[in-house]
């Protein structure tokens, strides 16, 4: 009897698109798993939705339809990167029925709106520029016009999802609590308040969080590392 597929899916993370996976997937063998990609809302192939307010409710009513139809699967495994893990998690909350298992990489683990917005603006004087100047969409036009970018996105949906969603963090509250089987992987040269949040958060029974040898963007700068550690995972979930 053939062994059904695992399916995977796979959320990606604020201003980028479902192009971010591309040095991973070929790293999963296509029999044992159906690796599917969708792009978020206000992203990718979806810039423009002009009449939404893309909060929570409306990024998680997005996911829950695109993956309906992208699988009929009922077990899915979710793979977040950053603001995707923060979607992914509550996804698995929602219909717990239905996720397997859960794995946030590199997920924003702010204890706070306030920290997130402190730390976001305190990245670098050109990311502050980004995100607050009022001439920031020069900025990100010009960024837009690089070759090889992964930040295919709407203004619309920049500026609304960064207040809406990157500025109300979820996260590290629905780690605390959490039963099902999770994977908080952590880059080590990630944001320094991560660490500093790391040494007090309190995680459910279902959790397992490790700190990896790498920055933000693993999926991009060390796909390997990154496939071993989620094969990894899935494999020990008991079926």
């Given amino acids: 009897m053939t062994k ?15 192009k971010y996976w ?3 997937l070929p790293l999963f063998d296509e ?9 978020l809302l206000g992203h990718g192939t ?6 939404s307010s893309y909060d929570w409710n409306a990024h998680l009513t997005h996911v829950s339809e695109q993956i ?6 009922e077990k899915l495994v979710l793979v977040g990167h950053s603001m995707g893990s923060m ?20 997920p924003p683990l702010f204890l706070d709106g306030k920290q997130a917005r402190s730390d976001v603006h305190a990245t670098s004087r050109f990311y502050r520029y980004l995100v607050t100047s009022k001439y920031r969409q020069i900025g990100w036009f010009i960024l837009q016009l690089l070759p090889n970018r992964v930040s295919r996105h ?14 109300q963090p979820t996260v590290v509250d629905n780690l605390r609590d959490y039963t099902e089987p999770a994977l908080v992987l952590v880059g080590r040269d990630d944001r320094p308040i991560y660490h500093e949040n790391i040494k007090t958060m ?27 550690k989620i094969e990894g995972f899935i494999k020990n979930i008991p079926s």
Avoid: M, W
């Fill in 46 to 51: 979806f810039t423009r939705k002009k009449d």
């Fill in 22 to 24: 591309r040095k991973l």
């Fill in 202 to 228: 309190r995680l459910g029974s279902g959790v397992q969080l490790e700190v990896i040898p790498t920055g933000h963007h693993s999926g991009l700068n060390q796909p390997e590392l990154l496939h071993r």
């Fill in 87 to 106: 979607l992914a998690l509550e996804y698995a909350i929602k219909y717990p029925d239905r996720v397997v298992s859960t794995i946030l990489v590199h």
């Fill in 4 to 18: 059904q597929r695992t399916t995977i899916v796979f959320l990606h993370g604020f201003i980028a698109s479902k």
């Fill in 31 to 39: 029999t044992l798993y159906d690796c599917i990609t969708i792009d």
């Fill in 68 to 73: 309906d139809k992208s699988t009929s699967s």
């Fill in 154 to 167: 709407g203004s619309k949906a920049r500026n609304l999802t960064l207040q809406n969603v990157i500025y």
